[in-house]
């Protein structure tokens, strides 16, 4: 059994630079900065329990959040208010009716996206359901590839690719509506 | 193909997750034909964007990093780190060495009541996860006990001269025996904690606190779903695998026990406090 004193040295090199990244996805998971403090210090505390069976040379991050994400399925997400559930449909038909104007990426991008506020991206995400919030955070805020996020979500890759194909799709919809309402938008 | 398919397969196309050369030709040409795919991968694209332009990404607090590190952080006792220094000395020295250490060891044991630190930081705490880091403290030795003794009524006494202002419980567990007890303090409160341990080597530990203390002015808490359990089946019950915890109340005092014999039965441990 390894000395106390080493496997300390080689946690605090190795899983704490990972924290701010952590606390980050617990933020808006839980949507409170004090459940997101207690999730991390759980996650970290049984990570550091653990820390002799984590496989040195594998992917650390990885291995934190998926940690973090059984402690948040026991402990948190009871307490945590789901989002309204996003009606697909609805969002189905706004993406049908915007396809006809708007196939010019420069264009699509500068009228509707350029003026939007940090809050507004991050209020569109808190209000995807978990299962599509998770896999957007996970690939386009924290860089996993599918194949990190299908074991984080314990799914097949295609699910993931689903997923992500319908969250964008979603959030698309959201943050045209916010920008429609500062006056940014497509004609359509 | 099925259009749901190649959809998701532009998704996968604009995070660079098509491996496979020839799919990837196939699905930008469709890309560059089809309007329509040519739509969903703009869409796709641009909100990978926008959600990575405007991640705001915040820094963890400097209290959390600094509260984890000093829950695992492992500490090396002050008379140990003398013993090991003493071996370095050579024998004249050794003489007077001894004589100072004994004098340092004998004012460290006398002054103290170091464990505070380890049981709870100046801010606000969760009682049931405290407990839980407490157990672990005890189990890794950062904690070790203010007083042996087997006798619950010497416990008691030993709480109530050390200055705990509630009335404690040192309840007896069937198969257990009791090992000693801790008094930790914080912002002016001092609590008392118990450990008993079974013919296996497992340890059971109690950190017993006066309900009054969980109000809002206090360094500890319950979460009201957890306290609304309490309420409705006289206990809450957490089982982990490797630990098994639990809250129960009685006669005004609220106890967290924890104990790493998950085969022990709810009943055991309950029972006492019914």
Same mark, same amino acid.
């Given at each position: 059994?390894?000395? !106390? ?5 080689? /946690? ?41 069976? /984590? ?37 189905? !038909? ?57 074991? /984080? ?36 | ?96 060495? &001894? ?14 009541? &170091? ?155 309950? &029972?006492?406090?019914?």
């Amino acid at each position: 059994m390894k000395d !106390n004193n080493l496997l300390y040295e080689e /946690f605090e090199k190795e899983a704490i630079p990972h924290m701010d990244a952590l606390f980050n996805f617990a933020l808006r998971m839980v949507g409170d900065s004090d459940d997101a403090n207690d999730l991390v210090q759980e996650t970290y505390l049984r990570a550091f329990r653990f820390w002799d069976k /984590f496989e040195k040379g594998t992917n650390c991050k990885a291995w934190l959040f998926r940690i973090l994400k059984n402690t948040y399925i026991n402990s948190y997400r009871k307490q945590t208010k789901e989002p309204n559930k996003v009606d697909y449909e609805e969002v189905e !038909n706004f993406y049908e009716n915007a396809k006809p104007s708007s196939t010019d990426d420069a264009h699509l991008e500068k009228e509707i996206f350029d003026n939007l506020l940090d809050d507004e991206v991050s209020r569109a995400i808190s209000s995807l359901p978990e299962d599509f919030r998770t896999v957007v955070i996970l690939s386009d805020i924290e860089g996993f590839t599918y194949e990190e996020i299908a074991d /984080f979500i314990d799914c097949p890759v295609g699910t993931v690719r689903s997923r992500l194909h319908r969250a964008r799709k979603m959030l698309f919809t959201k943050l045209h509506k916010y920008a429609s309402s500062k006056g940014y938008a497509l004609n359509n | 193909m099925e259009e749901n398919k190649i959809n998701e397969l532009i998704t996968a196309l604009v995070d660079d997750e098509l491996p496979d050369e020839k799919e990837r030709e196939s699905v930008l040409a469709l890309v560059k034909e089809n309007p329509e795919y040519s739509f969903s991968h703009d869409v796709q694209l641009i909100t990978k964007r926008t959600v990575l332009k405007h991640k705001n990404l915040v820094t963890a607090p400097e209290s959390l990093r600094r509260n984890i590190i000093r829950q695992i952080k492992p500490r090396v006792p002050f008379y140990q780190k003398v013993f090991n220094n003493l071996f370095d000395i050579k024998p004249p020295v050794y003489a007077y060495a &001894s004589v100072v250490v004994i004098i340092i060891i004998s004012l460290f044991l006398i002054t103290s009541n &170091s464990n505070d630190e380890q049981f709870l930081n100046q801010n606000r705490n969760d009682f049931v996860l405290t407990a839980k880091n407490n157990f672990y403290s005890f189990m890794d030795g950062k904690i070790n006990p203010d007083i042996l003794t087997s006798d619950p009524a010497l416990l008691k006494k030993f709480f109530k001269e050390k200055g705990i202002v509630y009335k404690t419980e040192v309840p007896c567990f069937k198969n257990w025996v009791l090992v000693g007890g801790v008094i930790s303090s914080a912002n002016g409160e001092k609590y008392a904690h118990m450990l008993y341990r079974n013919d296996e080597g497992k340890m059971i530990y109690v950190f017993q606190v006066c309900e009054k203390y969980l109000s809002k002015s206090s360094t500890l808490y319950v979460t009201k779903d957890i306290m609304d359990c309490v309420q409705a089946r006289k206990f809450f019950s957490e089982k982990s695998g490797v630990t098994n915890t639990y809250l129960t109340k009685h006669h005004g005092n609220l106890f967290a026990i924890v104990t790493n014999d998950v085969s022990q039965s709810e009943e055991n441990l309950i &029972s006492e406090f019914q």
